[in-house]
């Protein structure tokens, strides 16, 4: 079994040793900028280009990761090593949907693929095998001439809860949200709109493991009535079952954490 690849690989372009070592001045404009960053905060976090998988620039910080992919402070490991210190059980999860995240920008109109960010959190390995959970999020800087993914900034933070947690995309110039359901196995949008107080109640209970008919009995309702209730809930949540849409309600709650 071949390596899962954590970042999807620029699409029709094959890496040419003047690739690794070439920066243009937009590559030094972003490689200043999060050097600028490090020096006033504590950040982890670097820039990865796609043409050729390798990271430009990481800051120190974020070496704990490296481990000893790095061979010295000016030489840093191609994206690949990720593939090192993922979770063997979260690899597979963060790389589908990391597939997925590349495909939803990928369908933006080129002018919006730079305006929104992607986060999920996963576990990784250290050098001491301790395993930590992570929250990762990253960035598109910039194109290429065609309109290709090209720079991407990650940052990574230490996270004190001990569950791995759902993926999310937030468009930065409409403040649109996307939920990433397993279930769906796509990008969902979290929708804004709070569902009616009877609509509430039916999920409520549906959430605590109440069938059609309990809830029916519960509210003072048919069960004819319960059902139309979670007919307008799936169409408004643009989910397909009471599973998904629970899911969705759960993690209401937490999304303003999570992004």
């Known amino acids: 079994m071949g390596q899962i690849h954590f970042i999807p690989s620029h699409p029709n372009h094959t890496p040419t040793e003047q690739d690794s070592t070439y920066f243009s001045d937009k590559d030094r404009y972003f490689i200043q900028s999060l050097k600028a960053m490090e020096n006033i905060m504590d950040i982890d976090a670097y820039i990865v280009d796609l043409r050729t998988q390798q990271i430009l620039y990481a800051t120190k910080d974020c070496s704990i990761y490296f481990a000893d992919n790095s061979n010295d402070n000016n030489k840093f490991p191609g994206i690949y090593f990720l593939d090192n210190i993922i979770s063997k059980k979260d690899l597979p999860r963060v790389s589908f949907i990391n597939s997925k995240v590349h495909d939803f920008f990928y369908l933006l109109p080129v002018k919006r693929r730079t305006s929104g960010y992607f986060t999920q959190n996963f576990r990784i390995e250290l050098n001491n095998k301790n395993t930590v959970l992570i929250n990762h999020k990253g960035t598109v800087l910039d194109l290429t001439e065609d309109g290709a993914l090209r720079l991407v900034l990650c940052v990574m933070s230490f996270l004190t809860s001990d569950k791995t947690g759902n993926a999310y995309i937030k468009m930065t110039d409409t403040q649109t949200v996307y939920e990433f359901l397993l279930p769906a196995q796509k990008f969902v949008e979290v929708k804004t709109q ?66």
Do not use: D
Not at 224 to 248: D, P
């Open 194 to 259: 709070r569902l009616t107080s009877k609509a509430t109640k039916v999920l409520k209970l549906a959430s605590n493991g109440k069938n059609e008919v309990q809830i029916a009995k519960e509210l003072g309702i048919s069960v004819n009535t319960v059902k139309y209730h979670k007919k307008k809930i799936f169409a408004q949540l643009g989910v397909k079952n009471t599973a998904e849409a629970i899911q969705w309600m759960n993690n209401q709650k937490k999304l303003i954490k999570k992004i």
